[in-house]
């Protein structure tokens, strides 16, 4: 039961079938009935939304315990093949082994003859239920955000990229799982998920979440980090008994600056020949 999912049902929707039943048994662990039933609700969900009437998916769950256990089942099935719904348009593309990819060309497939799509007014995204693990967005918290990126190096999807030229955070939607990598990585609690699903072409596109203005060296003017992230520190800092004075405005400075500082400035104690200075 746990080896089967939106991207095995979907396949089979647009290969000719009406409803997917997928039998759920006392014997099967509570955590992989939910686990299913969640996405079944999201995959339902997408295709209501998209405008496909009646239920294409669909859980049964028995107590394989139960005396009665295959009247129940029989009559379950029964019911579920007495009211088909009409069946999806026919795909013509091959499946593929990669799980991700094949949801993808499911999905793209949906979309192209989306009867809501075709409306005076299309809608521009799709809310889905629950934590929705196979899309969604991420929302940042502009007066929190540092932009220290450390949410692009925690994704693992590729969905959260840097810049090469100026601080900012970008992200391309159709790359995100929704696996809250980036949301328990960020330091300042900056970053929210939320399931949805995109419909517009945005949906593909890198688009900047946030953008930040870079901290210029107050020695040489070299842009490093960003204002929100220095000024960030210099307030955790300003009372600690180690950052008082000269430290504390040191760490305005670039690195190579910091060094020099150290090495140039008087009032900075030294140990020479002579003793401690």
């Not at 991700?100 to 793209?108: C, G, M, N, T």
């Not at 929705?132 to 991420?138: E, I, S």
Request: with cysteine.
């Amino acid at each position: 039961m746990a080896s089967v999912g939106l991207d095995l049902w979907w396949a089979a929707l647009l290969s000719g079938a009406h409803r997917v039943v997928v039998l759920g048994t006392s014997a099967d662990a509570p955590q992989y009935r939910q686990a299913l039933a969640d996405q079944m609700a999201q995959g339902q969900a997408v295709l209501s939304g998209l405008g496909y009437a009646g239920v294409h998916l669909q859980m049964v769950s028995i107590d394989t315990t139960a005396p009665d256990a295959l009247a129940r089942l029989d009559a379950a099935l029964q019911a579920a093949a007495s009211t088909p719904p009409a069946a999806l348009p026919t795909g013509r593309f091959a499946i593929t082994n990669d799980k991700r990819a094949a949801l993808e060309l499911a999905l793209q497939h949906l979309l192209d003859h989306a009867p809501s799509l075709r409306a005076a007014t299309p809608p521009e995204a799709l809310a889905l239920p629950g934590a929705a693990p196979l899309w969604g967005t991420v929302q940042v918290d502009a007066a929190k955000c540092t932009t220290c990126l450390s949410c692009v190096s925690a994704c693992p999807a590729g969905a959260l990229m840097d810049t090469a030229d100026r601080p900012a955070l970008r992200f391309i939607e159709k790359n995100c799982v929704q696996c809250g990598l980036c949301q328990s990585t960020c330091p300042e609690g900056a970053i929210e998920l939320a399931p949805r699903l995109l419909l517009s072409r945005e949906r593909r596109e890198p688009r900047v979440l946030h953008e930040s203005k870079p901290w210029a060296c107050i020695r040489c003017s070299k842009p490093f980090g960003t204002v929100q992230a220095i000024e960030a520190m210099l307030g955790k800092l300003a009372g600690h008994a180690m950052f008082q004075g000269d430290a504390l405005e040191r760490l305005k400075m670039c690195s190579d600056c910091r060094v020099v500082d150290i090495y140039s400035n008087p009032n900075e104690s030294r140990i020479t020949d002579s003793g401690l200075h």
